[in-house]
């Protein structure tokens, strides 16, 4: 049993007021999604189909702004693109009273993967409702850059999120274990990406 199931009140996954002001920015706000990168969704595509992966049905989860929305309907079109299956595509608001119905929703079926296009701080919430309320695992998600923060894990605590893996924009990938997020470089050439490209745009 992980330390945040032994350790916590059970009947409240959410976190507090206090630590979520913590994360967030200079200007008061909680950080938001840019536009994702072609460099970034084929890293994540990478992550999905390594040898032995022998992934092919995924759910995608997305906050509601533009950013993730667009990295989200992405990722679906390319995977479907490659003959992969999207069991279900699940939204959710930065502020719920529990995320509740969105971790039913993103665990109703039992996909190989789950897909993660959101903010840091909506998703903290949701994440620590996923592991209190579901059966969702951490080291079967991959995520894009806007996860790529340190201050995930610690709003989460050290077990929430041990084993998520995502891109950076640049094409390389991250991984969090207990509080620490490592970062790996793009390996070279990978996609025909030049590090940062957008989509659309030529390098």
Known sequence: MDAYHAGTDPASPLIGPEDLAASLGP????????????????????????????????????????????????????????GGTVLAVVDWPESAASWLRPARRLTAQTPDAWVIAAAPSGFAQLARRLRHSTDWDPARTVAFAALHDSRLPALTGPDILHGLRGATGEGGTWQIAGHWVTTFPPTAGAAGQQPGQRPGQRP
């Open 27 to 82: 200007d008061g706000a909680p950080p938001r999604p840019v536009p994702h990168t072609d460099a970034e969704l084929a890293a994540l595509i990478g992550l999905l189909t390594r040898p032995k992966a022998r992934i092919t049905t995924v759910t995608v989860g997305h906050g509601r702004d533009a950013a993730s929305r667009a990295a989200a309907a992405a990722f679906t079109g390319a995977w479907q693109a490659r």
